[in-house]
């Protein structure tokens, strides 16, 4: 079993719609991580956190540390949004592990 | 916000040669760089952790003399893929940390012929 999980593998959705990704994790943390993968290939850092919730324009990152569990919500997705959406566990050893991402499909 | 380039974005190269990948910290000193690769669908994988001022930590499973790694500044880690494979091909990524945040450059995709 993976230590981090990420569910669903595969989201398709429609313009304007509200997405949530999910990330279970059975390590220990000292964060966890939220990335966006573009086709290409390239990644972008959208959250670091290690409790509570952060918002950053249409993006909601929440964390709960007692059921190790976190979820990234799009509200309002764009097309643009398509990509894949990875979550990573950071154990304060300088090494995380990476779930195996989520595919997400955004169609007008 | 920190920035952490990575060159080149891609590279195509012929089998048997080796191809230098640069992961340069812009605007921040990184004494720790990290390297992943990545296949195709599948999740990143921590190659090696590169430590400025001795040598590279690598992962089990991956060949420290295939896959060379020096840190020789705290702005700039270099990973070499020595004669390459075919096989090598695939998409190499770096990281940079910083107050316990990873940075990460825009990656490598590397295709051997």
């Known amino acids: 079993k993976n230590e981090v999980e990420q569910s669903p593998q595969n989201l398709t959705a429609q313009e304007g719609e509200f997405i949530t990704i999910n990330c279970s994790y059975s390590v220990g943390i000292s964060a966890l991580h939220w990335l966006q993968q573009h086709p290409g290939g390239g990644i972008v850092s959208l959250f670091m956190l290690s409790s509570g919730k952060k918002k950053h324009g249409r993006l909601i990152a929440t964390i709960n540390i007692q059921e190790k569990h976190s979820s990234l919500h799009i509200t309002a997705s764009h097309p643009r949004d398509s990509a894949v959406y990875i979550c990573a566990a950071d154990r304060n050893t300088d090494k995380l592990i990476f779930g195996t991402g989520t595919r997400l499909q955004v169609f007008p | 916000g920190a920035v952490v380039s990575q060159h080149p974005s891609r590279v195509i190269c012929k089998s048997g040669t080796s191809v230098k990948i640069e992961c340069r910290s812009l605007?921040?000193?990184?004494?720790?760089m990290f390297w992943y690769r990545q296949f195709p669908k599948k999740s990143l994988m921590l190659m090696a952790t590169?430590?400025?001022?001795?040598?590279?930590?690598?992962e089990q499973g991956v060949e420290k003399d295939k896959f060379l790694i020096n840190h020789a500044s705290l702005t700039l880690s270099t990973l070499t893929v020595t004669s390459a494979h075919p096989e090598d091909s695939s998409f190499y990524i770096c990281?940079?940390?910083?107050?316990?945040?990873?940075?990460f450059g825009a990656g490598t995709r590397l295709s051997v012929l």
């Open positions: 605007d921040f000193q990184a004494t720790t």
């Open positions: 590169s430590n400025e001022g001795s040598k590279a930590t690598y």
């Open positions: 990281s940079a940390s910083r107050a316990d945040i990873q940075y």
